[in-house]
């Protein structure tokens, strides 16, 4: 067997249990209980519209 698969395999098998480690952790602590609610607030903004600038005050442009 070739010596870089001796290393390659228990690497790629850590990177997999850390995925599944973190995937895990997210599904527990509640990342995926609302997808649509951020989007849904972005459309549903309500903040007042800005004024136009006004001159400044010494008259100068």
Do not use: N, T
């Not at 249990?17 to 903004?45: K, N, T, Y």
């Amino acid at each position: 067997m070739d010596a870089s698969l001796m290393v390659l395999i228990p690497i790629s098998v850590a990177i997999v249990a850390l995925i599944l480690c973190v995937l895990w952790w997210a599904a527990r602590s509640g990342q995926f209980d609302d997808l649509e609610g951020p989007a849904h607030a972005i459309l549903m903004d309500d903040d007042d519209p800005v004024a136009p600038a006004e001159e400044s005050r010494d008259g100068s442009s």
